[in-house]
């Protein structure tokens, strides 16, 4: 099995999705996320480390399978990797920035 698959990759995609699940479930346990937000967040962090594996495994290059144009497996699990990657990163992002806004304008009234 290890000459398949590499337990450092393996470890660190799976590192990275329980991250971005405990940081959303942070968010929404402060209430500072609404939950459908948070939710498909945790889903996409969920499903990430998995789409991720795949490829590794596969050993693909993901911007080939992006900018290939063919509709294989191969490319929508690429699709589906960058999707996942944009709302598990900017649902959190939107968020800290929005608070961040709101902290320096009631830090600059009077």
Known sequence: MG???????????????????LLNLI???????????????????SVWPALMIVL????????DQLTSGDLTLDAVMA????????LMTMIPAGVFLYRLVNVSRLHSEP
């Open 27 to 45: 968010l929404l346990a402060k209430r500072y996320t609404r939950a459908r937000f948070a939710m498909i967040s945790i889903l996409t962090a």
């Open 56 to 63: 590794s495994v596969e050993q693909l290059s993901i911007m």
């Open 79 to 86: 699709w589906g990797v960058v999707i996942a990657t944009a």
């Open 3 to 21: 000459a398949y698959i590499n337990l450092t990759e393996v470890g660190m995609f799976l590192l990275v999705g329980l991250l971005f699940i």
